[in-house]
């Protein structure tokens, strides 16, 4: 354990905190919005802010995120990014040390503090959500998009604002009425400047300071901008970060623009509004903070692992555990569909009610296939990709077109299942190698589960949720952490596991020994928002297959990498917290602690190895895509024109 890790932890208390909250009384900021589902900015952060800083609770955060960082596969890498991944350089200790000595007003003050330091990792696999300060996220009635008109990009408001605010619910649309601001003029506005900044040097500041998620800062630019997406199993439109912050903590955007029909600039104060997602609280007399705080702030019976031996039977698991990878979007929360007149009109084919959505073009010759995520139901991911191929073959579809737009990714088998269907058996493994760190509890962690026989069904450190590189799936006893492997980065020894495969096989459904299209008439298109599985799938199509692939948006003149954030699986703290209770090692001192707020520090537990280049993790391997075309008003919101416009340049 790191020093600072272990002087903290000594500091943690076991005992839920005792907070100085104030009284129900008409100056409780919290009771002024109790019960409604949107609030002005300033009386939503004066709630926040309400809960005084404690010490208690820092220590015990701290403690537990500094443990935690013992298992971050990267952490070594961010000493000195490299190239073109600069920005995301840091002392990651540091930091920590840094936010244990700042002095803090509120406990709000305190949790932003370390939301942004992980924020600007730009891992999506590794940070920090404290349930009790990401309970509204700030909406503008005016999301922004990047579009060439006559071979020029610029910002504009969005063209389909119209159809898309209304969206959002009369609580939104009616704060407007009320206070007299006509945000319906604003459609379509060319944006001229943004907080007194050229938009695109703004779209750039938001994307190294709030946006996350992704190494690529050409990747969070497009997560800057609205977009379309797949939200669960509907079609959706983002708003995107500048439209969509997580915090309440901007009242107003000051934007200069030209409005339609319009060519007089003009400077507008667009005012946001909070939508409040978190628990349910009421506005009874007796409301005060407190109750608040117990609704969304203080530990829950779900916020902390468990001993799984305790709590499981193995025999009556149907399935081992799965692994997963992906991002969370806080945005998701309160996803607004996709305005009617631009969901695909194409007749949708088979398997499309899940978290695909398979169609074939007008010209009866391009089938597209929308993975909105590999999320869902394992099964149905699988017996849906086999529907969709089956009509796609039966209708005559000779080339396919995969849109992997604001993908977060999902269970880590689903893409390798993927990607091997379309390739075929005949490939082989069909994911990367991989490793996790051997840390000191690592190790300990392992050598407990071997010796108290634990198996795939309760944890994934156990050896049977790994293959050799042979594809032998390992023993029980196999202890793939000893010997460990010295891994040096930016100067520092680091020890690594011995490198092993998934095991994925056998998958629901057949595989075809050989492709089902020619690999050459299959391209991928998305807008770089394509995380963790999903920049997994992505790469090994791009490294194994040179499978063809296209990014529409981002700033004009800047790259944008073809995948965001690509790790090998991510545990969140509730997991970690499992392994090492089910490995009966809680009490050593190297585990961090239980939390006392209902919060979740994620993190990046394996790295994946570039097929090109198996010293080099794919996150760190900069791939740019082939073909970057502009969103237009045609295609920014609209995949089935996005989709015809790609056929016509991909496919010969």
């Known amino acids: 354990m790191h020093a600072l890790a272990a002087s903290v932890a000594a500091l943690a208390l076991v005992t839920a905190p005792?907070?100085?909250?104030?009284?129900?009384?008409?100056?409780?900021?919290?009771?002024?919005?109790?019960?409604?589902?949107?609030?002005?900015?300033?009386?939503?952060?004066?709630?926040?802010k309400s809960f005084p800083f404690n010490e208690t609770l820092r220590q015990n955060v701290l403690s537990n995120i500094a443990g935690v960082f013992d298992f971050f596969t990267f952490e070594d890498f961010y000493l000195n990014s490299p190239p073109p991944f600069q920005e995301s350089t840091t002392n990651i200790r540091a930091d920590i040390a840094r936010i244990n000595?700042?002095?803090?007003?509120?406990?709000?003050?305190?949790?932003?503090?370390?939301?942004?330091?992980?924020?600007?990792?730009n891992d999506g696999h590794t940070r920090w959500f404290p349930s009790c300060y990401t309970s509204f996220q700030n909406l503008l009635p005016a999301p922004m998009a990047t579009l060439e008109e006559n071979g020029v990009q610029n910002v504009f408001v969005v063209p389909d604002l119209l159809d898309f605010v209304p969206l959002v619910g009369t609580g939104f649309t009616d704060h407007f009425a009320q206070i007299g601001f006509n945000w319906q003029r604003l459609v379509g506005a060319k944006v001229l400047e943004i907080e007194g900044k050229d938009p695109y040097a703004y779209a750039d500041l938001i994307a190294s300071t709030q946006s996350g998620n992704y190494l690529d800062h050409g990747v969070r630019v497009n997560s800057v901008f609205s977009s379309y997406r797949i939200s669960g199993t509907d079609f959706s439109q983002r708003f995107g970060d500048i439209a969509g912050p997580q915090f309440p903590n901007q009242d107003t955007l000051t934007v200069k623009l030209i409005t339609v029909n319009s060519t007089r600039p003009e400077t507008v104060e667009i005012p946001y509004l909070a939508n409040y997602v978190g628990a349910p609280f009421t506005d009874q007399a007796s409301l005060s903070v407190n109750l608040h705080w117990e609704a969304n702030c203080a530990a829950n019976d779900a916020t902390n692992g468990q001993d799984l031996r305790t709590v499981l039977n193995n025999a009556k698991r149907a399935t081992p555990k799965r692994a997963r990878a992906s991002?969370?979007?806080?945005?998701?929360?309160?996803?607004?569909?996709?305005?009617?007149?631009?969901?695909?009109?194409?007749?949708?084919?088979?398997?499309?009610?899940?978290v695909i959505k398979s169609f074939i073009l007008p010209d009866n010759k391009t089938g597209v296939m929308f993975v909105g995520s590999f999320e869902g139901d394992f099964n149905q991911f699988q017996a849906d990709t086999v529907a969709a191929m089956q009509d796609f073959k039966t209708s005559g579809v000779s080339r396919l077109l995969i849109d992997l737009t604001n993908n977060g990714g999902g269970f880590v088998c689903l893409g390798q299942f993927l990607h091997q269907f379309l390739a075929g058996s005949q490939i082989g493994y069909p994911g990367f190698q991989s490793t996790s760190r051997a840390n000191p509890l690592?190790?300990?962690?392992?050598?407990?589960?071997?010796?108290?026989?634990?198996?795939?069904?309760?944890?994934?450190?156990?050896?049977?949720?790994?293959?050799f590189l042979n594809d032998t799936q390992m023993p029980l006893t196999n202890n793939y952490n000893n010997p460990d492997v010295v891994l040096r980065t930016n100067g520092v020894a680091d020890p690594t596991s011995q490198r092993f495969h998934d095991v994925c096989t056998p998958f629901s459904v057949p595989i075809p020994t050989t492709p089902q299209f020619n690999l050459k008439n299959v391209a991928i298109v998305s807008n770089g928002n394509c995380a963790s599985t999903c920049a997994m799938f992505s790469t090994l199509m791009f490294e194994r297959h040179q499978t063809k692939t296209a990014i529409f948006g981002g700033k004009p003149g800047e790259q944008v990498q073809y995948k965001g954030m690509a790790g090998n699986q991510v545990l969140e703290w509730v997991d970690l917290d499992d392994e090492i209770k089910t490995a009966g090692v809680k009490s050593d001192p190297l585990a961090p602690p239980d939390l006392l707020v209902n919060a979740n520090m994620r993190h990046n537990w394996r790295t994946a190895w570039s097929f090109l280049n198996e010293r080099v993790p794919i996150a760190y391997e900069s791939e740019l895509p082939q073909f970057r075309f502009p969103y237009t008003k045609d295609t920014y919101n609209n995949p089935q024109a996005l989709w015809t416009f790609a056929a016509s340049k991909l496919f010969d």
């Open 18 to 48: 005792t907070l100085a909250v104030p009284a129900a009384t008409k100056a409780d900021p919290c009771a002024k919005f109790a019960g409604q589902a949107f609030v002005v900015p300033a009386d939503a952060l004066a709630c926040l």
């Open 327 to 354: 991002i969370i979007d806080a945005s998701q929360k309160n996803a607004v569909g996709l305005p009617g007149p631009f969901v695909p009109t194409a007749p949708p084919v088979d398997g499309s009610t899940g």
């Open 442 to 467: 690592a190790q300990k962690i392992l050598a407990a589960d071997i010796a108290l026989g634990n198996n795939n069904q309760i944890t994934f450190y156990s050896p049977d949720n790994w293959a």
């Open 101 to 121: 000595r700042t002095h803090f007003e509120t406990d709000f003050d305190f949790n932003k503090a370390v939301y942004d330091f992980t924020t600007q990792l």
